[in-house]
T-cell receptor, first 115, second 114 residues
Framework: AQSVTQLDSQVPVFEEAPVELRCNYSSSVSVYLFWYVQYPNQGLQLLLKYLSGSTLVESINGFEAEFNKSQTSFHLRKPSVHISDTAEYFC?????????????FGTGTQLKVEL | DTGVSQDPRHKITKRGQNVTFRCDPI?????LYWYRQTLGQGPEFLTY????????KSRLLSDRFSAERPKGSFSTLEIQRTEQGDSAMYLC????????????FGSGTRLTVV
């Protein structure tokens, strides 16, 4: 079985400051890693994913995440946040094979960007 | 294609009533998933279909819950004899049946049982 831990339930940050949202996972098999973002009253949107290759992956809106296999982490970072980044962020894992492509999610981190 | 559609967006029901939700996936996606999200938690897997076959059900899906995807297109999730603990956001997602297939989520149906 897989599990995902997001230790920070809320992260307040001022606009234009850097931010890091932490994600650690546990799995007995190889997994793919994902970050999803959820804006109020909306479904989840894929922010970025790690499938293979370079351990640093980037999104189109300035977020990046680095897969660290030895630390079983996939932390999300942005060097300068904007008010519009205020949302809930979920880290998720999925097995390489089998499991029907099911995602296992963390409990989420609420990012609140303040002026 | 307008993405994954869920109907209704909100449902308020009295305890003990039955409710049914509908999900219309992206047309070329052969996999369809149902998740449940409660306040302060991440989405939890309930069940998934490949085409019309229901391939896995979570132990969260008690016998009061039933899901169908009769023609491999839209899906319904029915909850019988609703309880207050069923109050949650019910999310539907669809994907292609490929290893790198990413999910597309709908906006969800928020159920409130009073």
């Amino acid at each position: 079985a897989q599990s995902v831990t997001q230790l920070d339930s809320q992260v307040p940050v001022f606009e234009e400051a850097p931010v890091e949202l932490r994600c650690n996972y546990s799995s007995s098999v190889s997994v793919y890693l994902f970050w999803y973002v959820q804006y109020p009253n909306q479904g989840l949107q894929l922010l970025l994913k790690y499938l293979s290759g370079s351990t640093l992956v980037e999104s189109i809106n300035g977020f990046e995440a680095e897969f660290n296999k030895s630390q079983t982490s996939f932390h999300l970072r942005k060097p300068s946040v904007h008010i519009s980044d205020t949302a809930e962020y979920f880290c998720a894992v999925r097995r390489f094979t089998g499991g029907g492509n099911k995602l296992t999610f963390g409990t989420g981190t609420q990012l609140k960007v303040e002026l | 294609d307008t993405g994954v559609s869920q109907d209704p967006r909100h449902k308020i029901t009295k305890r003990g009533q039955n409710v049914t939700f509908r999900c219309d996936p992206i047309s070329e996606h052969n996999r369809l998933y149902w998740y449940r999200q409660t306040l302060g938690q991440g989405p939890e897997f309930l069940t998934y279909f490949q085409n019309e076959a229901q391939l896995e059900k979570s132990r969260l899906l008690s016998d009061r819950f039933s899901a169908e995807r009769p023609k491999g297109s839209f899906s319904t999730l029915e909850i019988q004899r609703t309880e207050q603990g069923d109050s949650a956001m019910y999310l539907c997602a669809s994907s292609l049946d490929v290893r790198e297939g990413g999910y597309t989520f709908g906006s969800g149906t928020r159920l409130t049982v009073v």
